[in-house]
Nanobody
């Protein structure tokens, strides 16, 4: 069973950085592609960024150039480095996993989410 646990959320000032981490059970990152979604208050969940098992990534226009996904397969951990944060980045961020390209639109496996709040 795939289990994903996010950490690293919190309150940050606009323009600042924040790094999220996602720890996975077993061989998740050697089996599936991984990524991040987010859901802002009153909005639907949206795709943020994802990477294949070989490390190729794709991201949403809204975060391009500011957010970066990386991973440590040996530690079963994936990171989301967020820079130049904006108020509109405020959301609950979810770690996801699935085959490619399902991980970018309808992933089967979700973490519980971690809140990121950007103060303006």
């Amino acid at each position: 069973q795939v289990q994903l646990v996010e950490s690293g959320g919190g309150l940050v000032q606009a323009g600042g950085p924040l790094r999220l981490a996602c720890a996975a059970s077993g061989r998740t990152f050697s089996t599936y592609a991984v990524g991040w979604f987010r859901q802002a208050p009153g909005k639907e969940r949206e795709f943020v960024v994802a990477r294949t098992r070989s490390g190729v990534s794709t991201d949403a226009d809204s975060v391009r150039g500011r957010f970066t996904i990386s991973g440590d397969n040996a530690k079963n951990t994936v990171f989301l480095q967020m820079n130049s944060l904006k108020h509109e980045d405020t959301a609950v961020y979810y770690c996801v996993a699935d085959s490619w390209p399902a991980v970018t639109n309808s992933p089967r496996y979700w973490g519980q989410g971690t809140q990121v709040t950007v103060s303006s």
